[in-house]
């Protein structure tokens, strides 16, 4: 999506049609990226919501020589990492159960080259909640297992095991 001088002149200047039409045009897209992330639609579309009124109120910084798409990806998965955060400390207040798993592997062993991309999203929904949010990060945002712990806050080695976790519990579900 580019928008030209007149439709960002004009969602700068909150005009209430262009507003909408940029919103029905970039909602299908959001959506689909934050329902790898969150099986709930509720979850679903408090991110796409949260990441569009951000882009609206941020859209200064907008270039408009790179993609639309691009920057509202990275919104969203901000977004995606600070709804995360807020619910893992709302979890915290009420529970002290915590895993963590010790062995360290690296990103090969956990992509199964089985698992085609295109079929996973599909499969995610077998995942626990948390397990499916670092696999995603992995597998769709194509970010390193350091990097996941860093965003989430979360010990790397809790985010291996996370990713031990999808692997095999994929490789199951994949074969069945």
Same mark, same amino acid.
């Given at each position: 999506?580019?928008?030209?001088?007149?439709?960002?002149?004009?969602?700068?200047?909150?005009?209430?049609?262009?507003?909408? $039409?940029?919103?029905?045009?970039?909602?299908?897209?959001?959506?689909?990226?934050?329902?790898?992330? %969150?099986?709930?639609?509720? $979850?679903?579309?408090?991110?796409?919501?949260?990441? *569009?009124?951000?882009?609206?109120?941020?859209?200064?910084?907008?270039? /408009?020589? /790179?993609?639309?798409?691009?920057? +509202? /990806?990275?919104? #969203?998965?901000? &977004? +995606?990492?600070? #709804?995360?955060?807020? &619910?893992?400390?709302?979890?915290? +207040? %009420?529970?002290?159960?915590?895993?963590?798993?010790?062995? &360290?592997?690296?990103?090969?062993?956990? #992509?199964?080259?089985?698992?085609?991309?295109?079929?996973?999203? *599909?499969?995610?929904?077998?995942?626990?909640? =948390?397990?499916?949010?670092? %696999? /995603?990060?992995?597998?769709?945002?194509? +970010?390193?297992?350091?990097?996941?712990?860093?965003?989430?806050?979360?010990?790397?080695? =809790?985010?291996?095991?996370? #990713?031990?976790?999808?692997?095999?519990?994929?490789?199951?579900?994949?074969?069945?």
């Amino acid at each position: 999506m580019q928008l030209n001088e007149r439709q960002y002149r004009l969602l700068l200047q909150q005009d209430p049609q262009m507003v909408k $039409e940029w919103y029905l045009q970039t909602y299908p897209f959001l959506m689909q990226r934050a329902a790898r992330f %969150f099986d709930n639609k509720d $979850e679903q579309l408090t991110a796409v919501h949260n990441a *569009q009124l951000k882009a609206l109120k941020h859209l200064k910084t907008y270039k /408009s020589t /790179s993609s639309m798409w691009s920057w +509202l /990806s990275v919104i #969203l998965r901000n &977004e +995606l990492i600070d #709804l995360y955060r807020k &619910e893992q400390r709302w979890k915290r +207040l %009420f529970s002290k159960v915590q895993s963590q798993g010790n062995e &360290e592997m690296s990103i090969d062993e956990q #992509l199964d080259a089985a698992i085609e991309l295109e079929k996973v999203q *599909q499969h995610l929904l077998v995942l626990p909640k =948390t397990t499916r949010f670092v %696999f /995603s990060f992995v597998v769709f945002e194509e +970010l390193s297992p350091k990097e996941i712990a860093a965003a989430l806050q979360m010990p790397i080695d =809790t985010v291996r095991w996370h #990713l031990k976790i999808a692997r095999r519990i994929l490789k199951t579900h994949v074969h069945e």
